[in-house]
């Protein structure tokens, strides 16, 4: 059997989930992951590599016989981390510098969804150096709350909703003042604000052929009924019951693969995971976002339901034979909790010690996101979302107690997790919330 060294470039929670399901695939010849944590420690060699230097990269990939990269974070794609490597004939899952701003700039994506008629919201770009159009906008809106959001990439943290003309505009000056966000934001884009339910769903692509791997529902919201400040996500479910299999298939028919024919039509196919956010509106399924790369925390409750090789997957998505490949997922559910820092999203402390991980067990698994070891081999806390706690189950409230179960005996000072993670799923259930 034909085995892969394979790097998958990335540190976070999902990372070691993509660790944990390359590990699973008997076409695992070495995993190396740069720069890693210390869970995807246990699945193969963490490597101190600065994924930022693309020559580094490659230097490590010749030296090490990699034939395989898997890209994790959306920063190196939209860097054009996948051009450089296959520039010189390494294999990357992952797409180019041009499809990634799919991601990179939201403003793009609106003007391709726009021109090919793809479901968004209605939206205006604004120059951060038109201060006074974009200023003029808010104040004669009268459609409110609407969205603000910063054009580029701002680790989930540069979109907000805003309820009226005093807040947009206080969220124009937060953005502008602060550095993460004031880099993301050459462009404004103010969009309506739509209504109805989110789910995330997510698509395999190899430049023309799509298939979708599976949905979920993200808890985007720091706090318990989707209160307070954006993050990264403190959450999430899978299948989500709010997409049955006549609503998956509109969606592939009516966005997924549109916007794989868009990017093959201006010249930009995508090969990778296509990351479709959509709202679930009055008027059916619109695009929220894309993001072009698994998510997190949904990769983490993706993976164990995979049953598919992973390896076999991606292969098939650089080589554009996706059309041929299987794609099976497990019957049951996922439920991920994030264990998240003190003070998350805004400042928090680091080095916390981390007790109680306990082991994996069929229905719970952990990941890590945000940890690291001491000298003396202690864990603790690196991060603001510091792990991913897993729940697996035959039923949506198997997997959501399992996931709180093994939540139970972890601490670290400061622990803080939302208790609500599956409720909406629940709730579409018709069971108790």
């Known amino acids: 059997m034909e085995t892969h060294s394979v790097l998958l470039i990335g540190g976070g929670g999902r990372e070691h989930a993509l660790a944990w399901a390359l590990a699973r695939s008997p076409h695992l ?28 990269v490659l230097d490590y990939i010749e030296s090490h016989g990699i034939d395989l990269v898997v890209v994790g974070p959306e920063q190196p794609l939209v860097d054009g ?16 510098k041009a499809a990634a701003q799919l991601e990179g700039s939201k403003a793009f994506a609106k003007a391709l969804m726009r021109k090919y008629g793809i479901p968004t919201a209605d939206y205006a770009v604004f120059d951060r150096h038109e201060l006074a159009a974009l200023t003029g906008h808010i104040e004669t809106r009268t459609d409110w709350p609407m969205v603000l959001k910063a054009d580029g990439l701002a680790a989930g943290k540069g979109v907000f909703i805003c309820q009226d003309a005093a807040e947009a505009l206080m969220r124009v000056e ?15 884009v103010v969009e309506e604000c739509m209504t109805g339910e ?11 052929q799509a298939r979708i791997l599976g949905w979920a529902q993200d808890h985007k919201r720091v706090g318990e009924g989707d209160t307070g400040l954006n993050t990264g996500g403190m959450g999430a479910y899978a299948p989500a019951p709010i997409l049955d299999a006549a609503a998956l298939e509109h969606i592939r028919l009516q966005i997924v693969q549109p916007t794989l024919d868009a990017m093959a039509g201006e010249g930009t196919p995508f090969r990778g995971m296509l990351y479709c ?28 339901l995979l049953e598919t090789d992973l390896i076999e997957i991606m292969l098939a998505c650089v080589h554009g034979r996706l059309e041929h490949q299987p794609v099976d997922m497990r019957t049951g559910y996922a439920c991920s909790v994030v264990l998240a820092s003190g003070g998350y999203p805004g400042a928090y402390a680091k080095g916390h010690p981390i007790t109680g991980l306990g082991e994996d067990t069929p229905d719970s698994v952990v990941f890590h996101s945000g940890t690291r070891r001491t000298e ?41 997790h939302r208790r609500d993670i599956g409720t909406k799923g629940l709730a579409r259930l018709g069971l108790r919330t």
């Open 277 to 304: 956010g959509l709202m679930m509106t009055p008027a059916g399924p619109k695009v929220v976002e894309y993001n072009c790369r698994f998510g997190d925390p949904e990769c983490q409750v993706l993976m164990p």
């Open 376 to 416: 003396d081999g202690t864990l603790v806390t690196n991060g603001g979302r510091v792990l991913n706690v897993v729940g697996l189950g035959n039923t949506l409230p198997d997997a959501i107690a399992a996931a709180y179960a093994r939540v139970s005996g972890i601490r670290f000072q400061d622990m803080y």
């Open 198 to 208: 989110e789910v995330s769903v997510f698509a395999l692509c190899d430049g023309h």
């Open 174 to 188: 937060t953005i502008l003042n602060d550095p993460g966000l004031s880099a993301a934001a050459d462009l404004f």
């Open 29 to 56: 010849g070495a995993l190396h992951i740069a720069p890693g944590n210390p869970g995807t420690a246990q699945l193969g060699t963490n490597a101190d590599l600065d994924i930022d230097d693309h020559e580094a």
């Open 81 to 96: 981390l996948t051009d450089y490597l296959e520039d010189y004939g390494v294999k990357v899952f992952g797409p180019s």
